[in-house]
């Protein structure tokens, strides 16, 4: 099996793929893929996006013989909750300026799945009282979502310097405001690490989720995308 799910107009994510042990080695998996591609570029999805673990090397090499480039090597953070000052919440006319602090994608599942972030979804943030900033001005900023299994999850995090290190420090405290146990965050390069490190947030395990995307030509004659569904929590590929 492998599944394709819509997450906006333009993107389509690549999870769930699955093939029985007695049929592996067989050719199955490399025809899933090659039929979920047409499939996105047939329908008119603009981009492809799938994760997978750091030590999965098969899925390294499937997803660069159909053309996918690795674009993230996302670690998990996490730290306790801890008492203290929680973060200030972002106003709608920091808006903009929130959008250019974050990074270019935004979780949209707690597991391993992302999309492009929109301005959108950065009002639609501060609107429901999601979005956090520190800093002068917005040297840094995140988006949180709800919780699991007790985790308060950051959804897109960025910034810099010291502004970054006292927004993580006041995600745990928001994270103890809520009753929750913790916090956690995909840290995407090494400056948000030594931040996280900073503020008292260690990796739970030692491997990373390798986030690869192509992009597609639109097909001639190609229907136009269809509208957004609900994405599933289906395994990651």
Do not use: C
């Amino acid at each position: 099996m492998g599944k394709l799910t819509v997450v906006s107009p333009t993107e389509a994510w690549l999870e769930g793929g699955r093939v029985a042990p007695r049929w592996r080695r067989r050719g199955v998996a490399t025809a899933l893929f090659a039929h979920r591609i047409a499939y996105a570029q047939e329908r008119g999805f603009r981009v492809v996006r799938f994760s997978t673990a750091s030590d999965n090397t098969p899925i390294h090499r499937a997803g660069r013989r159909f053309g996918f480039r690795r674009i993230a090597a996302l670690r998990r953070y996490e730290a306790a909750a801890l008492k203290g000052d929680p973060s200030g919440r972002a106003r709608n006319a920091d808006a903009g300026a929130i959008r250019r602090a974050l990074g270019p994608l935004i979780q949209f599942e707690a597991g391993w799945e992302w999309r492009t972030l929109t301005v959108s979804d950065v009002r639609r943030a501060i609107a429901r009282r999601r979005a956090f900033v520190a800093g002068r001005g917005v040297e840094a900023a995140a988006i949180i979502g709800g919780s699991s299994d007790g985790s308060l999850l950051v959804r897109a995090i960025g910034g810099k310097g010291r502004a970054l290190r006292e927004l993580l420090v006041a995600l745990r405290a928001e994270a103890a405001r809520r009753g929750l146990d913790d916090v956690s965050f995909y840290a995407s390069g090494a400056a948000q690490r030594r931040a996280a490190r900073s503020a008292g947030y260690r990796p739970p395990w030692t491997g990373a989720a390798y986030l690869y995307e192509r992009s597609l030509s639109r097909a001639a004659g190609s229907p136009r995308a269809p509208s957004t569904s609900t994405p599933s929590t289906a395994p990651r590929t």
